[in-house]
């Protein structure tokens, strides 16, 4: 059975900055492609970026891009998401997710996602 399971997350002020982490568990996620999403009050479930564990290659939205950035430890078969310059609006439930295509595509979509984290709360104050 594959589990995700992040944490890192908290409250902050904004301007600061936060890590969150999601180990995966299960089995290896070599050639899997792996998402972050998040989940304001009252809002979809929005992508955040993901990386290709195949190739490495990382993808950011652009409503925080140049801010949050993805990285990926191997060895611990963690991701983590590096969060910066946080604002209010950034406060959501985030999650990650596992693609297991194994294509390295890295969609957009929640549906696309086979796989999901329980979340972590971030809160972003003003």
């Known amino acids: 059975q594959v589990q995700l399971v992040e944490s890192g997350g908290g409250l902050v002020m904004a301007g600061g900055s936060l890590r969150l982490s999601c180990a995966a568990s299960g089995r290896t996620f070599s050639g899997y492609v792996m998402g972050w999403f998040r989940q304001g009050p009252g809002k979809a479930r929005e992508f955040v970026g993901g990386v290709s564990w195949r190739d490495n290659r990382i993808y950011v939205a652009d409503s925080v891009k140049g801010r949050f950035t993805i990285s990926r430890d191997n060895a611990k078969n963690t991701v983590y998401l590096h969060m910066d310059s946080l604002k209010p609006e950034d406060t959501a439930v985030y999650f990650c997710?596992?693609?297991?295509?194994?294509?390295?595509?890295?969609?957009?979509?929640?549906?696309?996602?086979?796989?999901w984290g329980q979340g972590t709360q971030v809160t972003v104050s003003s």
């Open positions: 997710a596992a693609d297991r295509r194994e294509d390295i595509v890295i969609r957009t979509l929640p549906r696309d996602y086979d796989y």
